[in-house]
């Protein structure tokens, strides 16, 4: 079957180089780097800086050939089939910087993909995405290896995996993700008839879960997102790590994006699903857990399709720089940075004037202390310029860099810029004692960044204890270690006597070694239905990313959000089935799992 799935892709191939010299000679005129001069717009990719070099893949630009924008097709946008790079070790202006070639090989076009950057800085992996909506056909399942070569090119090549749990995963678009470590995680977004070639011809469908990649060993996980939100379904959002301050481990933070659930398709979004920036998202990878924590300061609107870095301040803190974004309702684009600091758990916002909105832009930290963003598209633009794409960046060759120490705008990179300090207002928050101030949504949050501090507990839902896979039995039903099932017992019953913090965390000891043997977690034992009602109501799969059915009910109010589960319609089988378009076959569940560890 795999010789079928290269053939099927040689096809494809074959079909979009075809379909590429019909368009005739306007489209032989673009080029994969135009000027400054001709260069108009870049949106839907992804970036990396790896060694000495700022990473651009995938997504697609506009530019003008022979003084109008290119019309080598209809939207006068195309797809960016070379990988692109620039030089970090030396200072450059917007307008003049030079961008080096880096061919692609047969590794695939894709928008909305994410690269995983190896901890050594010289590789990265190619996850996630969709096929242009200008280019036939749907990628198929596999991950690419990007190695460089120190000279600001490098090599694609495959990255097969062996782990039974890849060959039953979905490929989706436009969630989220982040490389913690030698791991890669992603979560949220959709599947569709673009993202897989085992989904073609589907509708945009909304799916849970984080998968992983230990990019060292290869091996995939699969784990709930049952406490992201309600559905644990997530899309638009941005993703970054930063070590806990009180741990020895890093941790992922969640920021904004659109959740949905039934009876929502992934196209249907509404304004009151978008994740409140007020509210901070926490997973901590090693314990799969998911936790969150409230914010205050100057809190940004809701928005979708920004871009965030993570960088260390010179005082113990850590610092989030957020830039851009849309409402998803009005598609109206924003032009603000904002800065969020760790612990403190402040937003800040920069003070300029709005110029450049944008959105589908990425950014990366370069140069010590600058921020650096690339392409975007601003959807309200003058109602003189029909098409989005002909609308001419304000920022030269789509590039803008912003110095985060100083929260100004400038017109070139600096490669001998000095050390990141935290901006000054973010010092004098600290400086005035505002730390102390801090209302903790629970102590196993406070201490992931105030160790050994006494700290005010605000007594809200903040530790989220998965629901477990009944495919995947596990020796601590609730997916945490008895330790820290106890520390959790403490933390939700802060405002009760010591004493009874010590006769419930005897109980919970006690209960632990009576029902181990059932493996129900302790959500399930507190809403877990009778023995009848659980054979009348199924419960529904929680599992993500995995093979659809072939076939569906055709019922228009019907909604596949994670596998072998219909909303508002009937289960699906959740048997074991095969894809004969692929050879891949369905499990239900595969490596759907609930970890354990200490906090």
């Not at 994670?562 to 089988?573: D, F, H, P, S, V």
């Amino acid at each position: 079957m795999r010789n079928f799935s290269g053939v099927c892709f040689l096809f494809l191939f074959v079909c979009s180089i075809t379909s590429a010299l019909a368009l005739g000679p306007t489209r032989d005129k673009a080029v994969n780097s135009p000027s400054s001069e001709n260069f108009l717009r870049r949106a839907y990719h992804a970036s990396v800086v790896l060694g000495d070099y700022l990473y651009i893949d995938g997504g697609e630009l506009s530019q003008l050939v022979d003084g109008v924008p290119d019309d080598g097709f209809e939207s006068h946008n195309r797809p960016n089939n070379i990988t692109l790079s620039i030089d970090l070790s030396s200072s450059w202006k917007n307008a003049t910087v030079a961008i080096n070639l880096v061919p692609k090989g047969l590794a695939p076009i894709l928008n909305h993909e994410t690269l995983w950057k190896t901890p050594d800085r010289n590789s990265c992996f190619l996850w996630a995405g969709e096929t242009s909506l200008l280019i036939y056909g749907s990628p198929l399942l596999e991950v690419w290896k990007f190695n460089i070569d120190n000279l600001g090119g490098g090599t694609w090549s495959p990255a097969p995996s062996s782990d039974t749990l890849f060959p039953h995963l979905l490929r989706q678009s436009t969630g989220c993700g982040v490389a913690n470590g030698d791991t890669g995680f992603y979560t949220g977004g959709y599947t569709s008839g673009k993202t897989d070639f085992a989904t073609s011809g589907q509708a945009n469908i909304g799916r849970e879960g984080i998968v992983s990649l230990n990019m060292t060993s290869g091996a995939w996980s699969n784990d709930s997102t049952i406490g992201l939100d309600e559905y644990g379904m997530i899309q638009s959002c941005v993703a970054v790590t930063l070590p806990a301050i009180g741990l020895d481990r890093s941790l992922i933070i969640i920021l904004g994006g659109t959740n949905w659930g039934p009876p929502l398709w992934a196209s249907q979004i509404l304004p009151s699903r978008q994740m409140s920036l007020n509210n901070i998202t926490i997973y901590d990878p090693h314990i799969g857990v998911w936790f969150s924590q409230t914010a205050t300061g100057t809190i940004p609107g809701n928005r979708g399709n920004f871009c965030a870095v993570s960088i260390p301040g010179d005082n113990g803190t850590y610092e989030i720089f957020i830039y851009g974004g849309e409402i998803s309702s009005t598609r109206k684009p924003y032009d603000e940075i904002y800065v969020l600091s760790i612990p403190g758990f402040v937003w800040f916002k920069a003070d300029y004037p709005p110029q450049s909105p944008r959105i589908f832009h990425t950014c990366e930290v370069v140069g010590r202390r600058q921020l650096v963003t690339i392409g975007g598209l601003n959807h309200h633009y003058s109602p003189s310029i029909p098409n989005v794409w002909d609308v001419k960046d304000t920022f030269s060759q789509g590039l803008g860099i912003f110095d985060m120490t100083d929260m100004v705008w400038k017109d070139s990179y600096d490669a001998n810029a000095s050390d990141y300090r935290s901006p000054e207002v973010v010092k004098d928050w600290y400086a005035a004692g505002n730390q102390n101030s801090v209302n903790w949504q629970s102590k196993q949050v406070a201490r992931m960044f105030i160790p050994n501090d006494v700290v005010s507990v605000n007594p809200t839902q903040a530790y989220i204890v998965p629901s477990t896979s009944p495919s995947t039995p596990t020796s601590s039903s609730t997916g945490l270690a008895l330790s820290d099932r106890i520390a959790l017992a403490t933390s939700i019953s802060f405002g009760v006597p010591g004493v009874a913090v010590a006769i419930l965390g005897l109980y919970l000891t006690w209960r632990h070694y009576k029902n181990k043997a059932k493996n129900a977690t302790v959500h399930q034992e507190e809403t877990s239905p009778s023995p009848a009602e659980a054979e009348s109501n199924p419960e529904p799969n929680t599992s993500s990313e995995l093979r659809p059915a072939n076939s569906l009910p055709s019922n228009s109010h019907t909604q596949l959000f994670n596998t072998g589960t219909l909303i508002n319609g009937a289960n699906a089988e959740a048997s074991t089935r095969a894809e004969t378009a692929t050879g891949r076959t369905v499990v239900n569940n595969p490596g759907l799992r609930q970890r354990s560890g200490s906090i």
